[in-house]
């Protein structure tokens, strides 16, 4: 009897609903696979949105996808569940992975440790903009307010980011390397990901466990995309990977 096909749950990037991953969705179930997107708090229509009165943390966010986790094993135990994490979204899986139950497989697209250094201009004026905008508006304001990195941000999280950009150390226990199978995908002129960034979120990892793709060049179909966010319009190329990832990944849990 052939194995069930996983079912995916999209993580998003910072400040995108759910609603923007319906055409990745879609990709996945096209190929047999079943596909979710999962809340971002405070960026769903019915939800609300950070306040001075209204703040939550990483690790709220992490807790978020957890329990979808366990409603997923609950809803289809047969299935595998995997974890793709977008941007924002991939921290939140290495998160979950290290502090719950891990999951069968977490792949990321343009997830990173966004140490600044990583970044351009030896990311001097990103540590000069979040090192002032974070802390003075959620010290004004008690979040931050749009536009400032997709904002309306909150005042815990965003502050627990701008550390991480800060220090290159991510707001969760690192106790331990993850050794879920993990598919790391990096784009092509990604500046908000750039390459260096998702080697450091590798690092979280099992060297063994981990599988790099470098999305570039002759890979890239006619009118894809590798913008950090608009690939997501276009996914079909990196679906299609993710696929062809599952069956032959790098050390598979059968001993877990």
Do not use: N
Not at 30 to 53: I, P
Not at 113 to 120: D, I, K, M, N, V
Not at 236 to 245: N, P, Q, R, T
């Amino acid at each position: 009897m052939p194995a069930a096909a996983p079912k995916v749950l999209i993580s998003p990037a910072m400040a995108i609903g759910s609603g923007y991953y319906r055409p990745l969705v879609e990709a996945f179930e096209a190929r047999g696979w079943e596909a979710r997107g999962l809340g971002r708090r405070g960026f769903e229509r019915d939800g609300v949105r950070a306040s001075r009165r209204v703040d939550w943390s990483y690790s709220d966010e992490i807790d978020d996808l957890a329990a979808a986790v366990r409603e997923a094993r609950a809803e289809r135990p047969e299935r595998p569940v995997l974890v793709l994490g977008h941007s924002l979204g991939a921290q939140l899986a290495a998160g979950h992975e290290l502090t719950h139950e891990p999951v069968d497989g977490v792949v990321t697209v343009g997830g990173t440790l966004p140490y600044f250094r990583h970044y351009e201009y030896g990311g001097l004026p990103l540590a000069a903009m979040v090192g002032t905008v974070v802390p003075l508006t959620t010290l004004a304001l008690g979040y931050v307010p749009k536009p400032a990195f997709g904002g309306p941000g909150a005042r815990t999280l965003m502050r627990e980011w701008a550390r991480m950009v800060l220090t290159g150390r991510p707001p969760f226990p690192q106790t331990r390397p993850i050794d879920t199978p993990a598919l790391l995908v990096s784009l092509e002129g990604d500046r908000l990901a750039p390459s260096p960034s998702v080697d450091a979120l590798g690092g979280l990892f099992e060297p063994d466990v981990v599988t790099r793709w470098h999305f570039a060049g002759d890979e890239v179909p006619e009118r894809a995309s590798t913008d950090h966010i608009a690939w997501v319009r276009t996914p079909d190329a990196i679906v299609d990977g993710v696929v062809a990832w599952w069956p032959r990944r790098t050390r598979a849990t059968a001993s877990r």
